[in-house]
């Protein structure tokens, strides 16, 4: 177990790949009723289309859902990633994603039956009202990997599909803004029960499709688009620029045309594979059409979607860059003491510093270096930063250093009668004084300095040491920040010990 959840994003991304095999299928309801709004929107396309494209500011809440004993939930992490390839695969349309808040749910009927009553309820219960609500839960129905449910208007999506490469996040948030399948009609086929895997069948539908209707559960009876775009307003999708689709990708799980298909008039069918909206599988890039990005701009500007425009973000400004990981080396000389650094990364407004191995430890960072007291002596670490911005981590893939601790400690406390040696507070903010307390069972004079890592005083004055108990202090107004070695030194002998200036 120790080394996995450091390698959670990595693990993650393999059982991703694994995973959506089986749990692929879309949920979401595209009868009439969901079609409504876009019918509706798209009176307002060309009023869309002749708009200065201006970024449009998403907020999204994500639910993480863990059981009632609050186990399964997904790392922070794999949200923020997810967030960040959101964005990246929505650049082109000018939607930018930000987190809102990500809101922690302990409730096993939502994590394995979102559908059912009781998790309906819960989602209901704690939908944030001013964002987009992704719930990531463990389960929510055989062969279902997210689903879009205009009644309670969230977005449900598995932990296993979060972040994958058949971009089920970004499908389901395409329907969020009205956008329907390509293959519309083709989602499973009702008329032969011994057809199981949806969309076109050779053996079922043959070279020409002569019907002009097909028919599923999730979408009821749907008109068949034609080549010529004839129809193209109320068939399938109702969107013009996607080709016919007749499940094509469902059929052959994969992402290339494999079958010579005429439609009712004779003319060769050529569906667009790689749409976000199909069910084509491992294309990797997909993308929406300009028509189906028009759709979610309108869905967006729409009275409906009123409720998510209230935020203050304005500007896009994503990490991009990884973390470059500065210290510690492939030795720690002392183990309660190490400190970690790397360099700023341009728009990261926190860090995540990941440390497992002999130990597990996660710390949420403010700065870009971190004083760590909690490892083991000799033990052997991974480490790995992860730079977070409102837009999610970067999507680039981090270092991950190895290094060793040793048996050192920071405190080398060898002075003849002097006992109770403690900094405080530590670490320090610049400004404050450093306390130096001690006991000695005798006066003497000393010497206390501050040194640099390299060695350098930066700063020094000459201390009597009281009998008994003493407070020394130390004034840092002029220290810059990072990790400095406290040195006392006196005729019985010297310590040091390690202070953090933040
Ligand atoms: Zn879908």
């Known amino acids: 177990m120790k080394y996995t959840q450091f390698f959670s994003l990595i693990v993650c991304l393999l059982m991703v790949s694994i995973g959506t095999s089986q749990n692929h299928r879309c949920g979401t309801d595209q009868s009439d009723a969901f079609m409504t709004e876009l019918r509706e929107n798209k009176k307002l396309f060309e009023a869309t289309r002749n708009k200065s494209r201006v970024d449009r500011f998403i907020p999204i809440t994500f639910h993480s859902v863990a059981t009632t004993q609050g186990e399964g939930r997904v790392n922070d992490l794999v949200i923020y990633s997810a967030l960040c390839t959101m964005n990246e695969r929505y ?9 809102e808040d990500i809101n922690y749910v302990d409730n096993t009927n939502l994590y394995n039956a979102p559908g059912g009553q009781q998790g309906r309820a819960a989602i209901d219960n704690v939908k944030s009202p001013n964002s987009l609500n992704v719930f990531i839960v463990e389960d929510a129905g055989t062969g279902v990997g997210g689903y879009y449910t205009r009644g309670l208007d969230v977005v449900v999506i598995l932990k296993t599909t979060l972040a994958d490469d058949r971009y089920t996040l970004e499908h389901e948030i395409g329907h969020f803004f009205t956008l329907g399948h390509t293959h519309r009609g083709w989602d499973q086929i009702a008329s032969d029960p011994s057809v199981t895997q949806g969309g076109y069948d050779p053996a079922v539908h043959g070279d020409t499709i002569t019907i002009t209707t097909v028919a599923s559960s999730q979408s009821g009876s749907v008109l068949i688009e034609l080549m010529d775009g004839s129809n193209c307003t109320e068939a399938a999708d109702e969107i013009c620029d996607t080709p016919p689709d007749y499940g094509f990708g469902f059929s052959c799980n994969c992402c290339t045309m494999i079958y010579d298909v005429w439609d009712s008039n004779g003319d060769k069918v050529e569906p667009m594979m790689d749409n976000v909206m199909s069910y084509s599988n491992n294309c990797n890039p997909y993308r929406f059409t300009e028509e189906q990005t028009v759709a979610m701009l309108t869905s967006f500007d729409s009275d409906r979607r009123n409720y998510l425009r209230g935020g203050s973000v304005d500007i896009y400004t994503p990490v991009t860059e990884a973390a470059v990981l500065l210290s510690p080396g492939l030795l720690a000389d002392n183990y309660n003491g190490v400190f970690f650094d790397w360099e700023d990364v341009p728009n990261a407004e926190s ?18 270096e971190f004083f760590v007291e909690d490892l083991d002596p000799n033990g052997t670490y991974f480490w790995q930063v992860a730079s977070v911005s409102k837009f999610g981590t970067s999507c680039q893939t981090e270092e991950v250093r190895l290094f060793t601790t040793g048996t050192g400690t920071t405190s080398l406390r060898d002075i003849e009668g002097v006992t109770n040696i403690g900094i405080y507070p530590n670490p320090v903010s610049t400004g404050l004084d450093i306390n130096i307390f001690l006991t000695a069972e005798a006066a003497m004079s000393s010497k ?40 006392v030194q006196t005729a019985n002998g010297r310590m040091t010990d390690k202070v953090f200036i933040k």
């Open 351 to 368: 860090y995540i510093l990941q440390i497992d191995g002999d130990k597990e430890l996660e710390y949420r960072v403010s700065g870009s």
């Open 91 to 99: 650049a082109d349309t000018e939607m930018r994603f930000y987190l």
């Open 448 to 487: 206390v300095s501050l040194l640099d890592l390299n060695g350098k005083v930066v700063l020094t004055q000459n201390e009597t040491i009281q009998r008994g108990e003493n407070q020394i202090k130390l004034k840092t107004s002029s220290i810059t920040s990072g990790l400095y070695v406290v040195e």
